[in-house]
């Protein structure tokens, strides 16, 4: 009997089948939308996660408000630095496996001496604490400093490109406050697109960083600890130290990547709820597109109906044939929903990569199995939903009435 | 000796209320047995559709009883109505009432699917009825590309496909040419002769002659007539 029921609403959307096409064309765009948010807002996760999980053992500790995902990137120098007694304080905490710190400060910076000296912000790091932190893979050219290492520096994108007339290359010679540096290594271009940028960066060894500055401030340390739950406790810890040793209540802040992790995905959250709840809207449009649809359609087959009761049909027979016509559209629309959806999404992400001011890195939506079957049953209760109250007015028309309609 | 289809008991049937009211069927009692062959005729408007409607169960009397086969038909729930319209009834409309999306061998097994016959059997059975109606070399045409007397033949396999007790014909030649409805009651007069009971609404009085019994209706009171 279904096969039968399920016969007629097919010939029935094909009859007309311009009018099928357009009710389904709304639930397709309403499900494409809802695809393809999705699969933007999942790509986006996975792309924070795999940035920030495999530093899930890691504190990092700043003087002032420190590390928010609002203030990732470059770090402002304050001028208020931790001492060397409180990194010794916090290698003394239990759990602590390692602090590396990282020296910053202002120096002038020369390139083939044509006079024209820029002021830049360069960071001093341990070379493990470097190696840390950065890999092979960040480098656009050249190569990572190794222990032993002297005079050489790592610099960013933007400070090889566009700080100076002339483009600096590897092994190119620059001057820092008058001492000279060869240039190892030059960083990808990140723009505004990652999570914290290199662009600017001007790196070097803590030895050569004293060296070409004459100071030792420690601006910020990278805390590791040996059990990843106790990242937390860890981290209150390592403020009240130094809190104390400063006698200020909020001298310095120390923050696990995981809560920066835990942030960013809850404003993922939020602002993947709010983008779903508009997609929503979309097919909430959609339903009552189809239901108009089999409204006039119950309409025009009033005769029909008429018919069928009178050959012997029951009510049942007639809401079904109607249902089945409504979830056949809402099924058909939302499969091209689902495949629009996916191409859409990827057009979305290339569309957003290419906006951020430095390109950023190439965001890769993540279709989920999940996302595929929320738009099919979303699609399927629309269809059921919108295609009950047309079905019901179907099958309580009285036959005689219905068959007598011209 | 044969016995009764339906039995009507004072069936009537009202159409509005106070000084408006007509009275489309006025309390009728009769009784059709199996087997029989009954033309009712009388001019327009005199209530043969009305009294045609309430004994193919589409339309409810205002007061009065109707037994198909002894059973108190408005009694019944709506699925056990349309229960009966399909395994006790075979309705031919004067305008045949085809499925227009559907093709003449679909619409002769749409009632079989309703009464839950098998795909098979379905098929098999529709062949042999369009085949008797001499349409096998028609049976995957739309309506639309048949003549008026082919969709009518259609339409009577169709109202024969659950072997129904009754066959109803409401004008079944009103609209078509007049050899076309010689055809179409030669065949239901075939149907009759192989002991199914066959009710015809005429006014024309050619055809109700074929018929073996004639009640005559007037102001909606039904009379037998002497054949």
Known sequence: MFKDNFNLAYKNIKERMSRSILTLLGIAIGIMAIISLMGIGEGMNVAVEGELSSLSDTIIVTVGEGFSIFSFGQLEDTGEYLTERDITDLERISGVKEVNTQLTGMASLSFNGDGNNVMVTVTGMDIESMNLQYGLADLAEGNLLELGDQSKILIGYDVAHDYFDNDISIGSRVKINGKKFFVNGIFSRQGMGGVSTNDDLVLLTSRDFEKATGESNIYSATVTVYNVNEVESTALEIERVINENHGEEDFASATSMSSILDSIQSIMGILQTVLIAIASIALIVASIGIMNTMLTSVMERTREIGIMKAIGATNKDIMSIFIIEGLLLSIIGGASGIILGIFGSSGVATLLSNMGPGGGPPLVPVITFLAIALGLSVSMIVGIISSLYPAWKAAKMSPIEAVRYE | ?227
């Open chain 2, 1 to 227: 000796m044969s016995k009764e289809v339906i039995v009507t008991k004072n069936l009537s049937k009202t159409y509005g209320k106070g000084d408006l009211q007509v009275h489309a069927l006025r309390k009728t009692n009769i009784s059709i047995m199996q087997g029989d062959y009954i033309a009712i005729k009388g001019p327009s408007g005199s209530g043969k559709s009305t009294l045609m409607n309430l004994i193919g169960c589409l339309d409810k009397p205002t007061t009065g009883k109707l037994y198909i086969d002894n059973t108190d038909v408005y009694t019944l729930s709506e699925n056990n109505l349309a229960k009966i319209r399909r395994e006790k009834i075979g309705f031919i409309f004067q305008k045949y009432n085809l499925i227009p999306t559907l093709s003449a061998l679909e619409n002769v097994t749409l009632s079989m699917g309703f009464a839950g016959v098998d795909s098979k059997t379905r098929i098999r059975k529709a062949k042999k009825l369009l085949d008797m109606v001499e349409l096998s070399h028609r049976i995957s045409h739309k309506p639309s590309e048949l003549s008026g007397g082919e969709q009518q033949r259609v339409a009577i396999s169709r109202a024969l496909g659950n072997d129904p007790t009754i066959v109803l014909g409401d004008e079944p030649t009103g609209n078509v040419d007049t050899k076309s409805g010689n055809k179409i009651m030669d065949i239901l007069e075939n149907i009759n002769n192989q002991g199914e009971t066959v009710i015809v609404v005429t006014h024309d009085p050619n055809i109700a002659k074929r018929a073996r019994r004639i009640l005559s209706i007037e102001d909606g009171v039904v009379r037998e007539e002497n054949v």
